[in-house]
C-alpha cells in the first residue's frame, strides 16, 4: 500500500474515543481504525524501514492489570525504531495531531550510570550538547524526566548539571494538524526529521555500549 497521508477521519476517531473509550465504541468502530489509522501507519512504516530498520507498530490495548484507568485503550497511535533496549526513533497519531522524535524512554542500572558517565566526560558531553541545541534550533524541544536533585556522585556546579539530571531524553517535534499530514508528504517530513535526530540516537547508542 503507498502511503498517502492520515485522513481527517483518523483523528475524529480518536476524539470520539476519548469521550467513549470502551469496548462498544471500538466494536461499532473498529473498521475505521483498522482504514484510517492502522493502515496508513503500516504504510509510512513500511516506506521508513529501508533506512531505519524494522518498526514496531504499537498494539491498541492498554494494559490495566494494575491500573487505576481500566480505559481498555490507548487514545493514540504510535511506531518505533529500536537502536537499542527503549532506544530509538518514533512517530505517534493522535487527537492533537501527529508528531514525531527520538531518543532513549527507559535506563536503569549500568545503562543509566553509562549515560551520565558520557555527558560527564569532557569530549563526549559537549557534543551531546552541540546536538540538542542543534536540534533546538530546528524546531525539536529536548524532553524527558529529570531529578530535581543532583546525581550521586557529581557535583551541583558541573557545566552538563542539567543533562546528568536526565533519566530519560527524548527531542522531540510536534506536527499538529499541518495540511501535509493528511498528504504523502508526511513521509518525507518524517523521513527528514529522523534523519535530523540521527546524531542523537548515535551518541545514546555509544553512550549505551559502555554499559555492555
Not at 529522523?194 to 540516537?201: E, H, Q
Request: no cysteine; charged share 25%.
Amino acid at each position: 500500500m503507498e502511503f498517502t497521508g492520515f485522513p481527517v477521519a483518523a483523528f475524529d476517531f480518536y476524539d470520539d474515543l476519548e469521550v467513549d473509550n470502551t469496548k462498544s465504541y471500538w466494536a461499532a468502530h473498529k473498521g475505521v481504525y483498522e482504514e484510517a489509522v492502522l493502515a496508513p501507519m503500516k504504510a509510512l512504516t513500511a516506506a521508513l524501514e529501508p533506512e531505519f530498520g524494522a518498526v514496531k507498530i504499537f498494539r491498541p490495548y492498554r494494559d490495566v492489570r494494575f491500573a487505576k484507568d481500566k480505559t481498555p485503550y490507548k487514545t493514540h497511535q504510535g511506531a518505533f525504531v529500536a537502536s537499542g533496549p527503549a532506544t530509538g526513533w518514533y512517530v505517534e497519531i493522535a487527537p492533537r495531531g501527529m508528531r514525531v522524535g527520538a531518543g532513549f524512554y527507559e535506563a536503569s542500572g549500568p545503562r543509566l550510570t553509562a549515560v551520565r558517565e558520557a555527558v560527564a566526560d569532557d569530549k563526549t558531553g559537549p557534543a551531546l550538547r552541540r546536538t540538542l541545541t542543534k536540534l533546538e534550533k530546528a524546531g525539536f524541544e529536548i524532553t524527558g524526566q529529570q531529578l530535581k536533585t543532583t546525581p550521586r556522585g557529581y557535583d551541583a556546579g558541573h557545566p552538563r548539571i542539567d543533562l546528568l539530571r536526565h533519566r530519560t531524553l527524548t527531542a522531540g517535534k510536534s506536527y499538529g494538524f499541518a495540511d501535509f499530514i493528511h498528504t504523502a508528504e508526511l513521509l518525507e517530513h518524517v523521513r527528514e526529521d529522523w534523519r535530523a535526530l540521527k546524531p542523537l540516537v548515535s551518541w545514546l547508542e555509544r553512550a549505551f555500549a559502555r554499559a555492555d
